[in-house]
C-alpha cells in the first residue's frame, strides 16, 4: 500500500519501454519481459554468434542473452545501464540469465567469471562498470565466483560507435592483461560483456587469458547485434 502511493508521487520507470511500474515489478515490467528477444543460444547452436570468433580465438561457449535492436527495448536497457548508472538492472539482467543457464546445466561449466574491465580513468569518470553488474547477477545464480581485480585494461581506446568492422580490430588490439595471474592455471572462465557487435572486445579479453594457462574460455555478451 505505502509502496504504490510512493509510486504515484515517484513512478518508478520500466527500462525496456519506460512506462511506470506497478507494485512489485523491478526494473522491467512483466510485459516487455515477456517481450524480449532472447536469442536461446545456451540452447542450440548459434551460428550467427559462433562465427563472429571463428578462426580467430577458440572458445568454449558463445552466448548472448538478448538480440539487440535498433531502438528496440533491449538497447533502452543497456542505454539506462550504461549511461544512466541503473546498475539495478545489470543485475537483475545477470540473474535472469544466470536462472536460465543454470536450469540448462550450466552451473558446472564455470568456475570464474570476469567482467570486461573499463580503464580507470573512465571508470572514476563514470563511477561504475556495467560489466560488473552483468557479472553479479550472473554469480548469484549460478553460485560461481565474479572478480574484477584479474581483468584490466592497460590502454583507454577511443569509443567503438561509427568505427568499421576492422577499425573496432584495430583499436582493441593488445588493450587487455591479467593483472593477477594467481590461481587461474586450468581454470574455466567466463568474460562478460554488455554488448556485442563484431567481438572485438572480447576477442581482445580472451587472447591475454589464454596467455596465462587457463583451462579454457567462453564468453557471455547481455545483448548482440544480429
Known amino acids: 500500500m505505502f509502496q504504490s502511493f510512493i509510486d504515484l508521487i515517484f513512478p518508478r520507470?520500466?527500462?525496456?519501454?519506460?512506462?511506470?511500474?506497478?507494485?512489485?515489478?523491478?526494473?522491467?515490467?512483466t510485459d516487455c519481459r515477456f517481450e524480449l528477444p532472447f536469442t536461446y543460444s545456451h540452447l542450440q547452436v548459434d551460428d550467427k554468434l559462433d562465427k563472429r570468433f571463428m578462426g580467430k580465438i577458440k572458445l568454449e561457449y558463445s552466448l548472448a542473452y538478448l538480440k539487440f535492436v535498433k531502438g528496440g527495448k533491449v538497447q533502452r536497457m543497456m542505454h539506462e545501464l550504461k549511461y544512466k548508472g541503473n546498475i539495478e538492472v545489470g543485475e537483475l539482467l545477470g540473474r535472469m540469465y544466470g536462472f536460465d543457464l543454470k536450469e540448462n546445466?550450466?552451473?558446472?561449466?564455470?568456475?570464474?567469471?570476469?567482467?570486461?574491465?573499463?580503464?580507470?580513468?573512465?571508470?572514476?569518470?563514470r563511477g561504475y562498470n556495467q560489466s560488473d553488474s552483468l557479472a553479479?547477477?550472473?554469480?548469484?545464480?549460478?553460485?560461481?565466483?565474479?572478480?574484477?581485480?584479474?581483468?584490466?585494461?592497460?590502454?583507454?581506446?577511443?569509443?567503438?560507435?561509427?568505427?568499421?568492422?576492422l577499425e573496432r580490430y584495430e583499436n582493441m588490439k593488445d588493450v587487455f592483461f591479467v593483472n593477477k595471474s594467481e590461481g587461474l592455471l586450468e581454470k574455466r572462465i567466463v568474460v562478460v560483456d554488455d554488448t556485442l557487435t563484431t567481438g572485438a572486445t572480447l576477442e581482445s579479453c580472451v587472447l591475454a587469458l589464454n596467455d596465462v594457462g587457463v583451462?579454457?574460455?567462453?564468453?557471455?555478451?547481455?545483448?548482440?547485434?544480429?
Do not use: M
Open 13 to 29: 520507470i520500466c527500462a525496456g519501454c519506460q512506462q511506470p511500474l506497478i507494485y512489485k515489478e523491478e526494473q522491467i515490467c
Open 105 to 125: 546445466g550450466f552451473s558446472d561449466k564455470f568456475d570464474l567469471i570476469l567482467p570486461v574491465p573499463l580503464h580507470a580513468n573512465r571508470l572514476i569518470i
Open 136 to 165: 553479479k547477477g550472473l554469480s548469484e545464480s549460478l553460485k560461481i565466483e565474479w572478480r574484477n581485480d584479474i581483468l584490466k585494461r592497460g590502454i583507454s581506446t577511443e569509443t567503438q560507435i561509427n568505427k568499421s568492422r
Open 215 to 226: 583451462k579454457n574460455v567462453s564468453v557471455i555478451a547481455f545483448a548482440a547485434t544480429y
